[in-house]
């Protein structure tokens, strides 16, 4: 018997978008994700790391099947997307977005929007549906008394564990969670992530968490994937990327945490003042304008490809770079 296929994974995906430069002036190509390769196993959580604008959520939406591929593929158990049923992919694969406060209908009780997918998925009877929806409402940890309340009368945190259950609610295999508890104050934050790992040991599903925030990602993820215009340019298991960054790119990232140290001041990333252009990206090693450790080839060769077991990056020179970087994580020690 051959090796169990990842729960969920992504294949050399491609996706661009066509934008406007104005009046009369032709579109340009927008290359939002650009050949990622990523995979997720089972009872796993691989987090998606990046600045806004890198691809996180695009991809997001991809492996949400909400938007299908350019070129490359999605696949859920080993089989593509594409053959998979709308119905059936969406109770496999659920999404928490960010933003608690447009996901949930205004015009719906809490309890009605729990039910709402068992209703649409013809998951049992009303009764059964209420029972069902009413215990992930108390896994969440929601009082009876707000089942029957409207979202406007919830605070951000009870509405984002609304969502949670809302997701849940029809037993899927993978949750999506794209930035979900940055919309929601500090000392929320760390109450909606606690609930996720125990809910993740409840139902054994595997999760893709996509965030900006690498302490948090440190925190909750397994695996730990570095997105860079549209491209993984580091991934590995996320203490050994944290410990020992193998791109420029990822060890910016980690110098740029701050901490409550106010004589540190703000870090120097030496990245300079050019900022990244999905629709102009440069030649060779995308991140070759802002990485203070460029040398000629940097600019005429693509590195290779990011390894899939293991510590990969996309770097010339990540062996050496490696050493150079090596020490304690920034996120747990300041920057380091």
Same mark, same amino acid.
């Given at each position: ?43 796993? @959580? ?7 604008? !890198? ?38 694969? &659920? ?77 899927? &295999? ?6 979900? @508890? ?23 599903? *595997? ?30 298991? @996320? ?19 701050? @901490? ?20 102009? $990206?440069?030649?060779? !090693? ?12 940097? *600019?005429?060769? $693509? ?9 990969? *990056?996309? !770097? ?15 996120? !747990?020690?300041?920057?380091?």
């Amino acid at each position: 018997m051959g090796l169990e296929p990842p729960v969920l994974a992504v294949e050399n995906v491609f996706k661009r978008y066509q934008v406007s430069r104005g009046l009369l002036r032709p579109k340009r190509s927008l290359q939002a994700v650009r050949g990622v390769s990523l995979s997720v196993d089972k009872q796993r @959580t691989l987090g998606i790391v990046g600045e806004s604008g !890198c691809g996180k959520s695009t991809l997001a939406r991809m492996l949400l099947n909400l938007e299908r591929p350019d070129e490359g593929d999605i696949l859920l158990d080993g089989r593509s997307a594409g053959t998979v049923g709308r119905l059936d992919f969406s109770a496999r694969v &659920q999404p928490v977005f960010q933003d608690p406060y447009s996901t949930l209908n205004p015009r719906r009780t809490i309890l009605e929007t729990v039910m709402h997918p068992l209703r649409v998925h013809a998951r049992g009877e009303r009764n059964a549906r209420e029972t069902r929806a009413a215990r992930l409402l108390d896994l969440v940890g929601l009082p009876r008394r707000a089942h029957h309340a409207h979202p406007n009368q919830l605070s951000g945190g009870q509405r984002q564990r609304v969502a949670i259950a809302r997701a849940l609610v029809l037993e899927p &295999q993978v949750l999506i969670c794209d930035e979900p @508890t940055s919309a929601l104050d500090v000392s929320i934050q760390a109450q909606i992530l606690n609930l996720i790992q125990e809910l993740q040991k409840e139902f054994g599903i *595997s999760i893709v968490f996509i965030s900006h925030n690498l302490a948090v990602v440190e925190h909750l993820c397994d695996e730990v994937a570095v997105m860079y215009l549209g491209r993984v340019v580091e991934n590995g298991p @996320t203490a050994d990327v944290m410990a020992s960054p193998r791109h420029p790119y990822t060890k910016a990232l980690l110098d740029s945490v701050l @901490t409550p140290d106010v004589g540190l001041g703000l870090p120097d990333l030496q990245l300079g003042l050019e900022f990244p252009d999905p629709t102009n $990206v440069p030649p060779g !090693c995308a991140f070759h304008p802002r990485c203070p450790h460029r040398e000629p080839v940097c *600019s005429t060769e $693509v590195p290779p490809a990011c390894a899939q077991a293991g510590h990969g *990056s996309e !770097c010339h020179f990540a062996d050496r770079l490696a050493g150079a970087f090596a020490g304690p994580a920034a996120v !747990c020690a300041g920057r380091g």
